[in-house]
């Protein structure tokens, strides 16, 4: 059973946005080629859905301000393990890097940095949840299914790169 219910297109600075949400929040958030998307997006095209028109409206206010909050309710699918690790991205605030080693940590696994990187790499919500933020041990820019370019974009714009 397909739990998306909606979806939408958006533009941004970094090529467009796929959204799709379910009953209870933002479900996805994907850059057109974007490597490692999880599910197909197979919901009506409806603009206006509450979640998906506020992912919108922040989305387009962290454009402007890269220090916008983000309030959507959000409903990835995804493992416990997986939640767990997103759940410590959207700790880190703009401007701000963690390495997947402090990833692993702040997620309760220290021995599993390959998995954390695994699940970050899953992350079904480009931006809102700051896959971004997080680089390699030595601060190098290293995996981003949006693509290093876009990754080195949103780092920039938020102060954290050069």
């Not at 940095?113 to 992350?123: D, M």
Request: with cysteine; charged share 15%.
């Amino acid at each position: 059973m397909n739990r998306l219910q909606a979806q939408s297109r958006i533009d941004s600075p970094l090529g467009p946005l796929t959204l799709a949400a379910t009953a209870q929040g933002l479900a996805l958030a994907w850059f057109d080629g974007q490597a490692h998307r999880t599910e197909t997006v197979a919901a009506r095209v409806q603009p206006d859905h509450p979640h998906l028109a506020q992912a919108a409206r922040e989305l387009a206010a962290y454009w402007q301000d890269a220090q916008a909050p983000f309030t959507v309710a959000l409903d990835p699918a995804g493992t416990a393990f997986q939640h767990a690790v997103w759940q410590v991205l959207r700790g880190i605030g703009p401007g701000q890097r963690l390495s997947y080693g402090q990833v692993a940590q702040l997620a309760g696994r220290p021995a599993a940095v390959r998995a954390v990187g695994a699940a970050i790499g899953r992350n079904p919500i480009s931006i809102i949840v700051p896959c971004h933020r997080v680089v390699g041990h030595d601060g190098s820019l290293t995996g981003y299914a949006g693509g290093l370019p876009r990754k080195a974009a949103l780092l920039a714009r938020e102060g954290a790169f050069p």
